[in-house]
């Protein structure tokens, strides 16, 4: 798939739509639309190896989880990624997400500052599945 992600127009926030083959591959987009929000992600090498795994009842929580979860190891551990391998499961309670991700520490001599995100969203969020593709839509508060 040749379309990763894209940035929608949004007055006040980051409204993003990102694609993939699979649930798993779109989330792995989604990652990289809120990493390209921040810094520019062709600056990132991915040196460092970290994992993340979140749970919730569905989806779209689920989504909301990883998101928050990127950008609290961005506010606490100063740490961007560019490289995400994501795994999703069904559980009893809903759904698993474990991810290796793959970045570095944020360096200002070499990482242009974009966008300070604040928060995910659920205003507007959507997961749309069908054979070919899986689309995320969701709003990332500035």
């Not at 929580?61 to 740490?79: C, F, G, P, R, V």
């Not at 242009?112 to 995320?136: C, F, S």
Request: charged share 30%; hydrophobic share 40%; with cysteine.
């Amino acid at each position: 798939m040749s379309v990763q992600y894209k940035f929608l127009e949004h007055t006040t926030d980051a409204e993003i739509e990102s694609y993939g083959a699979t649930l798993e591959e779109a989330f792995e987009n989604a990652a990289r639309a809120l990493e390209d929000t921040m810094v520019d992600i062709r600056s990132i090498v991915p040196e460092t190896t970290d994992e993340i795994t979140v749970e919730a009842e569905d989806k779209e929580a689920l989504l909301y989880s990883w998101l928050e979860a990127l950008i609290i190891k961005q506010d606490t551990e100063n740490m961007i990624y560019s490289k995400f391998d994501c795994r999703i499961s069904k559980t009893v309670k809903g759904f698993r997400l474990v991810a290796q991700i793959f970045g570095e520490k944020f360096d200002l001599t070499r990482h242009e500052q974009k966008t300070a995100i604040k928060a995910p969203t659920y205003h507007q969020m959507k997961i749309e599945e069908n054979k070919q593709q899986v689309t995320l839509r969701f709003l990332l508060d500035l």
